[in-house]
């Protein structure tokens, strides 16, 4: 609980604190939609705009929510965002809204969003709420367009449906399955900790080299 | 309207589409209560319960209120599904504080728990009545269970492994999850 | 129903929220357990190793504690001055007043010093060797150098050092007893680290008897009992033992006359000297 | 300042003379047989694509693995094998090396190398194939004309579709499952080979020769074998008798992977039980998923789907299968758990 | 062929037994200096009754029992008490020892002791005339064995076993005891069933033994009912609950003792030692100890006044070969390595065993494949995969509680299939140490 | 961390004993949650009321466009309910539509029947298959076939409906009911369709739907379906 600034407010839901990668959090609409990059963005985009307004409205309103129906009111919160941007989608983009099918109604339950209400908006205030929200959001982007991105190209052989490899491309089906989703989370994790690992060895190192000098 | 028969939606909902290894829907606690057999258990037992009281829960509602205000699904369903587990989570804590103890944060966590929200939306997509809305509750509850209950035995015994550093937690939990997807792709067109 | 959808709505939702808001009312009502919620507060600020040093166990009941007032913040040795602090404003408690311990090793008899009747060969573990006739050391009491302690301490305070004996670095020592379990000899113990005078040595034969095995141990000659305060060091089956209620009699002399060097004066690090006298030596 | 050259070590002080690596090569001495019978069938396509598996698994233990001696351990060996006898000739080669790689790193480096994995890595590896080239690996080129002619595509290049213009054939289960005039195959075929299939799959005496000498040599476990055969014999006799399926149970025994997979894969001593208790409960599994899954299932073949399930529960029938304690009868044993 | 009886499970290792079986005990020489800890069995350490100075006569009492479960201390030699001391003790710990420095002008003669007819003995009594002359049990766990012959009353005896199995590969010295003291162990087995109150005994010889079998059938007095029976070799038989099991076919109860089933084990060795007490008034001062393995020069069997130091055994074998890698005290599968070669022999040792570098066929340590191999070998029905991987976890209640670590007997079963060398029964004895110290703590 | 723990911080220290929580009103909580839900109706209600018509117009649009490419050459169209084993135009009164079964009656420009649309879902390889197809009762001729929804897997499953030679089978009028044949194999008879090496599951599972959907209705609509249009052209909207 050390004091953050504004700007930590914001800039930690994007990496450090990532929300899938890191925390863990919201993983079923993260498996079960970045089959393309595409579907991966309608889902980011859907998610961006509930957990921004619930933000906005929950840090507005937190004052007026008896503790005991705290959850009970925000989760109504969200889920009325979630109504709005399920018809929405379905009125502006029907064809990504059938893409992503149930999952759209699913936002309601991202861990995710009501992790932030709980932890952070119902503690703040409403522009500090707004920029963690932000924050979030563009975390989750990245992590859905990242494993979007790798399943669609080696499942596919495209990006954003354009094909990258020509038509004798083999595409790798598993990368489209469940199992796919898994493995590419369980990999991207894989690589992060390699990473970690080799700068956690290189800073020993040069402390090493320091210690000597 | 839905023709499928009993057997094949419970089937279907518990291997074929298993409801974690193969529609992704309830993974939160499939990785975080996924690391002893008997919490794991405790933990799907408790979610065949909710889940059941929900598809209950979805069907009424389906019948007798949303009628004329098709578009209010979502938000209704949600606070029947948070109410009725806040409301049991209250209870539990209550009259045992040993089991409130040990399914610890996840009882909470169940409101937030897709399959459970997921069920109610896919029954109602599905159009099942009522008879099979209980099926595939039931064939879905048991499928999260042996889904949760097969990953806490292999953690378990991996427990017992050198893990290299890099695969340790949810890394190497979720590639195992991916095996069992694979694995489970074996029961696909059983049906 | 009305028909109306707009008229619809407002009544389905307002009357479901009504019914749940309710129900719910009711159960809290009925099933009410109150927890207080600084206790979440407190855990927050802790540092979550959940190592056990402050005697409860878990970060989580230490929070409980300190809410509870049975503890003071400062029992935590893994948080800096600052952060028990925090924990005490957050409070309004006193912090408690932090005495530093230390684990430190009671054997000097590394490979260097120390007889190896035959080579151990198994298990890479103290406990394993020891469990095989002692491990094959002369000392029957010594440091075995398979590193279990190492291996133990989760704060990375503890290396083997050349000599393979283990050395403690007190700056990341927070005293959490890891690593005098883990011990099959029992050589650690917790001290405070106002206590400078040590005995390395557990080795309970006398004279040439003990020297033949190791020569850093302790051969009873007595010198030190005599170069201190009366009642300061005892010979107790042979081995010098120093009386710690008196520790503020303790002085360095005491170690001025030992023909071996199984007591020392430590300030800080052990076996730093030791190692700087044997480069010394080969000089 | 050691005294004696003599050591000091925990008793037992002596030991059988079996060793893990000892038991590894002979498994890969005992598969000789099979792979010279296969590459017999199927000429230089089945060596190009066992020896790009092989090279695959030790090329990923190399890199990856715990220590850098363990490739000499020879299980590495044997995954690369196993894998390279269970897919088909014409597989393309880049495909076959993925999935060596994967199979490896995914299947057992990442549990910590040797005898920590929970799943067989040959079966991940070709699991991994099946649910990533559904096409490729079940395209079962024709007989070619001449024994030094490759069977389709070996060659397509790295992440291109194989071109297969010669005919494709079915093999003996796909035929009886999906053909528009379904045969049961004679048994002497499927026993000698002569029979469509992935490299080692085809001929069954050969399988048999290898797992009846490790079995005498105490190097597998011959309850799992036997309570396979058991189970699937018993199993599709009872669908096949009531007429509910067209599989004559011994046509279940002698085709697919069968053999294979009951002799080399599912007695991976890593991947299976420990006790024999445990094992029979393995093997039945094994026996029945795959019955099931050969009849009712989208897939023709179900083995190796049934080994990694099975490899799934094995944690679970490893508690549920503890020995009786000497000096109790295992009720007794239960109840004195439940109590506690 | 009738098979023979045996037990379930356990290991059948080389036997080696040739090495000394053909070879008549011989009397080692006395040594210049014999060390008599206080500790030669398991119980209380006796106490003290000779100081430093004192004059000793071989057969002397020097240490008292310290309550029932211990056991006295005699001299084995004559000569002057030295000093009493710490002093290293095959177990590797320092224990308080009688250091006698041998008179080599003595004629080692025993000072002459009175002892009754055992005929005329009370049956109450004939356990504490066996508890004045220091028996302890010779197969190996040296527990005293005036103990084990006052069994509880609520648990009647039924049956005496003499366990002549002697399991552990190379070691024949319950061999030679049956081929040179037949009579002297009938006559034992009589002291005991009277003891007891019983009528019947059985004598379960491996049938490695031939000679030994045909031995004792001939010697066989007509008037007592023994049965011998023939074993199948396989280690470990002679462990109490697999002979009651292959004789009687009865399973000693989990944690429970051989009583609990009606049944009583004595080693053949201690038996004859037993009948020696009341034939020549002999305290246990000296057995029969066999010095075996390829790492010896001259192999045999001896008969060695306890307290003689390995050094001096060593010597007079002929020494070490050079490619001599580990010494043993008893058998190659339980024995204890000795890393000093200071060590006193004791009570309970039949055997020194020196094995050469072949022998010992030292591996590296693999990881455990789950092979189930270690299983299939536990006589116990232990799983010692489970238990292995639970003590490098260092999870030992979990241990004891899930996988019965207190029913493990440390046969060395496990260890010894181990495809992968794991040390399993040496991480067993570690984990009982372990809980030992935290039950302590 | 948050201001409102700092409120805390200043408070905490002369307030020794555990706070205590005020009791909250149970009016409040009940309060509280009907208010809330009253004002999120009322917002999804008016958006809603915006997006419904378009919502509504695309369904529409999708069903008419599949109607309309399942039967080429369809100038508008009808739709039959079964209610009571029989065809109707017609729901009883205050009947749920979605409770019904119905076909789609398709006529030409001139109103003369054009041929029979019908919708029907069974489990394919991995889940539901759904498709829409046109069948003419007059030539027992299948007109067209259009897969609407199905999951069957990406590269496999999924060339029922990318794979336009197989899809074209199925426009070319074949007779019904329909005969799965492996590419190759057929012997020439006018209902056979070639299924999809790779994918003979889902391809057989697509034929069986036709066929089992005929032989549901095949018996209702041999009761008699006006051959001529009741409605006029200009009623239909026309895409
Ligand atoms: C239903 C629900 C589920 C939550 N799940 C998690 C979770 O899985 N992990 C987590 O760190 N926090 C979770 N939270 C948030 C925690 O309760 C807590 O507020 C948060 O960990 C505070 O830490 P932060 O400020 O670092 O986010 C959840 C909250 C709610 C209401
Ligand atoms: C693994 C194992 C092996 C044993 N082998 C023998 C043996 O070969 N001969 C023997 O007399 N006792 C052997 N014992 C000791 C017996 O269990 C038992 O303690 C002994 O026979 C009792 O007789 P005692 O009290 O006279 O020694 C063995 C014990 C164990 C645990
Ligand atoms: C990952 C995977 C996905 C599959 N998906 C489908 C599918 O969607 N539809 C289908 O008919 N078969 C599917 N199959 C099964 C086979 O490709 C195919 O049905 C079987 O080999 C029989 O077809 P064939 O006789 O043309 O070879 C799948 C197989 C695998 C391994
Ligand atoms: C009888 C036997 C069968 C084996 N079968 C396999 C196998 O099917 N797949 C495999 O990857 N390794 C197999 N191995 C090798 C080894 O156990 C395997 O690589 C381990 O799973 C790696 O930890 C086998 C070994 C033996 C002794
Ligand atoms: S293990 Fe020992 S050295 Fe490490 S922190 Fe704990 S007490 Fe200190
Ligand atoms: S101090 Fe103890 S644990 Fe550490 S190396 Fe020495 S013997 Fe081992
Ligand atoms: S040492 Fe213990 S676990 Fe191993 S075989 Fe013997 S009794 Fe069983
Ligand atoms: S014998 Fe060794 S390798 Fe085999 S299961 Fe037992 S411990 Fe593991
Ligand atoms: S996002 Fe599905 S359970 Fe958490």
Redesign the interface.
Known sequence: MRKTTPSQDFIRGIWKENPVLIQMLGLCPALAVTNTVKNALAMSAATFFVICCSSILISTCKRFIPNEVRISAYILVIATFVTLADMMLQAYAPVQHKELGAFIALIVVNCMILGRQEAFSAKNNVFRSLLDAIGTGIGFTIALVMMGGFREILGTGSFMEISLFGPSFEPWVIMVLPAGGFLTLGFILLFMGYIEQRKKTKLEEAEAVEASS | MNDQTLFSIFFSAMVVNNFTLAMFLGLCPFMGVSARVETALRMGLANIFVLVLTSFAAWFLNTYVLESVPFLRIISFIIVVASLVQIVEMVVKKISPTLFRQLGIFLPLMTTNCAIFGLAIFQTNRGYGFLQGITFAVGAGLGLTLALVLMASIRESVEFSDVPGIAKGTGLVLIIAGTLSMAFMGFAGLL | ?T?N??F???????????F???????????????E???ID?VE??LPSTNCGACGQPGCRAFAEAVVAGSEQPSSCTVMGAEDVADVA????VDAGESNKRVARLLCAGG??Q??????????D?C??A?????????C?WGCLGLADCEDSCDLDAIYMNDDDLPVVIPELCTACNDCVEAC?KDLFELMPIEQKLIVQCKN??KGD?AEDLCSVACNTCNRCVADSESGVIEMINNLAVINYEMNELTDPKAISRCPTGAIVWVEGQQFKESSMELEKKAV | MTQSSVKITASPHVRSADSTVKIMWSVVISLIPVIASSIYYFGPSAILVILTCVAACLLTERLFGSTPGSVADGSAMITGLLLGLCLPPGFPLWMAFLGGFFGMAFGKIVFGGLGQNIFNPALVGRAFLQAAFPVAITTWPAKSQTWLSLQGDNFALPFMSPVVDTATAATPLGNLKFGDDPVVTPLADLFFGSTGGSIGETSALFILIGGLYLAWRGHLNWHIPLSIFVSTFVVSGLFYAIGISQFPPLFMLFSGGMMLGAFYMATDMVTSPVSNKGCWMFGFGIGFLTVIIRIWGGLPEGVMYSILLMNAMVPFINRASQPRLFGTSGKKKAKKEDAS | MKSLLSFKHGVHPPENKEITSGMKSRRFPFPKEIILPLSQHIGTPAKALVKVGDRVERGDVIAAAEGFISSAVHATAAGTVKSIELWPHPSGAMVPSIRITVDPNSTQMQRPRIVPRWQDVKEEDLSKEIAKAGIVGLGGAAFPSHVKLCPPKDQPIELLIINACECEPYLTSDHRTMLEQPHDVYEGIRIELKALGISRAVIGIECNKPDAIEMMEKTKPDDLDVEIQTLQVKYPQGAEKMLIKAVMDREVPSGGLPSAIGAMVQNVATTANVARVFKTGQPLIERIITVTGRGIRKPGNWVIPFGTKLRDVIEHCGGLTEDAEEIVFGGPMMGQGQANLDVPILKANGGILILSKDECKRQDIMPCIRCGKCLDACPIFLNPQLMGAMAKAERYEEMVEEAHLNDCMLCGCCSYVCPSNIPLSQLFIMSKTQLRKLAAS | MSDEIQVQDQTAPDQQEVPAEKPVSTFRLIATLAIAGTLAGLLIVLVNQHTKPLIDAYKAEQLQKAVYEVLPGTDHYNTYYLVDSALSLTLPEGAKESEYKRIYVAYKADRKLNGVAMSRGESGFQDVIMIIFGYNPNTAKLMGMKVLDSKETPGLGDKIFKDMTFVDQFFAGPDTPLIPTKPGTGKGLPGEIDTITGATISSKKLIEIINHALEEWQPLMAQGLPQTSANSTDEEVTP
Do not use: C, H
């Not at chain 3, 120390?114 to 298990?123: C, H, N, P, R, T």
């Open positions: 129903m028909g959808p707009i619809d709505s407002a009544l389905v939702l307002g009357s479901v929220g009504l749940f808001g309710f129900l719910i009312a009711m159960v809290n009502k009925k099933f009410q357990v109150w207080d919620p600084r507060d927050e600020l404003s957050y409070l309004g490979k260097s120390a007889v190896q009747f035959s080579d151990y060969s198994g298990l573990t406990k394993a020891a469990a095989v006739a002692g491990g094959g050391k002369g029957n099959p309970l034969l008897a």
